[in-house]
T-cell receptor
Framework: QQQVKQSPQSLIVQKGGISIINCAYE??????FPWYQQFPGKGPALLIAIRPDVSEKKEGRFTISFNKSAKQFSLHIMDSQPGDSATYFCAASMPGNTPLVFGKGTRLSVIA | KAGVTQTPRYLIKTRGQQVTLSCSPI?????VSWYQQTPGQGLQFLFE???????NKGNFPGRFSGRQFSNSRSEMNVSTLELGDSALYLCASSLILRDSPLHFGNGTRLTVT
């Protein structure tokens, strides 16, 4: 299966709080898991990515947690800011020249 | 370095017509992918071109087609438009190195009436 299931569909977080977005997959051949961030009127842009040989990757306030046995990965945004308000997409791909398969997206709103 | 450029930004077409969308990738990027974005389905892969050859194809009907030119610029065409084709069409370019990210344009918003 090629599907990546993302939840929640939308999320409202208070400024300074932690935003958590989850994704699950079935295809164990997936070996690359990026997250993309999209602001209104713009195309998505790579935020952070992970491979299954590590369980966590942190870049600034953004952290990916990866659970290979559960076939799940999640994005944590610490100290969420209004400027983080955007749509977030998880994605996955298999080795070789295969396309990225995206989740359906999570609309995050960070309110002051 | 200029980003991915998509033209036009907005299009309004009538059911049954055809449409051509254009994408200019980042200089040096030879892979160009197209995605359809709708509120209910997220980002769905249409096709990918590399060196003027279609390398991957998503699960879309034959009305959706594309091509890539020798300068890596790409076009996609949708024939016999249907109301359900209304969407944001995103083009992305990338290097062909492992883990090379997709660089998306800002999309073409197609409305079919």
């Amino acid at each position: 299966q090629q599907q990546v299931k993302q939840s929640p569909q939308s999320l409202i977080v208070q400024k300074g709080g932690i935003s958590i977005i989850n994704c699950a997959y079935e295809n164990t051949a997936f070996d690359y898991f990026p997250w993309y961030q999209q602001f209104p009127g713009k195309g998505p842009a790579l935020l952070i990515a992970i491979r299954p040989d590590v369980s966590e990757k942190k870049e600034g306030r953004f952290t990916i947690s990866f659970n290979k046995s559960a076939k799940q990965f999640s994005l944590h945004i610490m100290d969420s800011q209004p400027g983080d308000s955007a749509t977030y997409f998880c994605a996955a791909s298999m080795p070789g020249n295969t396309p990225l398969v995206f989740g359906k997206g999570t609309r995050l709103s960070v309110i002051a | 370095k200029a980003g991915v450029t998509q033209t036009p930004r907005y299009l309004i077409k009538t059911r049954g017509q055809q449409v051509t969308l254009s994408c200019s990738p980042i200089s040096g990027h030879r892979s160009v992918s197209w995605y359809q974005q709708t509120p209910g389905q997220g980002l769905q892969f249409l096709f990918e071109y590399f060196s003027e050859t279609q390398r991957n194809k998503g699960n879309f009907p034959g009305r959706f087609s594309g091509r890539q030119f020798s300068n890596s610029r790409s076009e996609m065409n949708v024939s016999t438009l249907e109301l359900g084709d209304s969407a944001l069409y995103l083009c992305a370019s990338s290097l062909i190195l492992r883990d090379s990210p997709l660089h998306f344009g800002n999309g073409t918003r197609l409305t079919v009436t």
